[in-house]
């Protein structure tokens, strides 16, 4: 069984600029969360994909916007980037919609905004 | 607003010396509360889900157990790899999204 992977692992970039993150979900699940994490605190939700559509979506502006893919892998990207946006983005899987009870997570892309 | 909040911040323990985090939560209508592991610049490793009070799951020296107002994560005899922060997040409602904690650092020293 194939966990969730996430690309790349460390990312610089400068205010202003653009970023896609990539996440390949765990062997049969259809879900994936998208998560920030910065430092010293918990991760914080920022939206779902649900079977190639948005099914939930906290707390941050529309500069953050996703995608999923029929193979369930999906991307998050973040326009405008803001020094603010530094932080431990986390990618998890889970399946049936959210309704499983488990969501697993990937080892997370490390952006750096200078 | 589902709130999660965890203590102490952090903890530090001498090899062998158990001890328990805990994990206070305010929802509307739980579906599950979840412990992960997540060492430094890593990913969340989970676990256990709990569902209901009265419920306890058990992996090698971690015991979590559930009541209506909050979870404990019991640690027997902790050894120094056990050393990560540990995340709790409740899901309520309609959904399975988790809400997270802030987490507690555990040290554990040898």
């Known amino acids: 069984e194939t966990g969730v992977t996430q690309s790349p692992t460390h990312l610089i970039k400068t205010r202003g600029q653009q970023v896609t993150l990539r996440c390949s979900s765990q062997?049969?699940?259809?879900?994936v969360s998208w998560y920030q994490q910065a430092l010293g605190q918990g991760p914080q939700f920022i939206f779902q994909?649900?079977?190639?559509?948005?099914?939930g979506r906290g707390n941050f502006p529309p500069r953050f916007s996703g995608l999923q893919f029929p193979n369930y892998s999906s991307e998050l990207n973040v326009n405008a980037l803001e020094l603010d946006d530094s932080a431990l983005y986390l990618c998890?899987?889970?399946?049936?919609?959210?309704?499983?009870?488990?969501?697993?997570f990937g080892p997370g892309t490390r952006l750096l905004v200078l | 607003e589902d709130q999660v909040t965890q203590s102490p911040e952090a903890l530090r323990l001498q090899e062998g010396e158990s001890s328990s985090l805990n994990c206070s939560y305010t929802?509307?209508?739980?579906?599950?509360l979840f412990w992960y592991r997540q060492d430094p610049g890593k990913g969340p490793e989970f676990l256990f889900t709990?569902?209901?009070a009265g419920e306890e799951k058990e992996k090698e020296r971690l015991k979590a157990t559930l009541t209506k107002k909050e979870s404990f994560l019991h640690i027997t005899a902790p050894k120094p790899e056990d050393s990560a922060t540990y995340l709790c997040?409740?899901?309520?409602?309609?959904?399975?999204?988790?809400?997270f904690g802030r987490g507690t650092s555990l040290i554990v020293h040898p």
């Open positions: 997040a409740v899901g309520s409602g309609g959904s399975y999204i988790p809400t």
């Open positions: 709990l569902y209901s």
């Open positions: 929802v509307s209508g739980l579906r599950g």
């Open positions: 998890a899987s889970s399946s049936s919609g959210g309704e499983s009870e488990t969501q697993y």
């Open positions: 062997s049969g699940h259809n879900t």
């Open positions: 994909y649900y079977r190639e559509e948005e099914n």
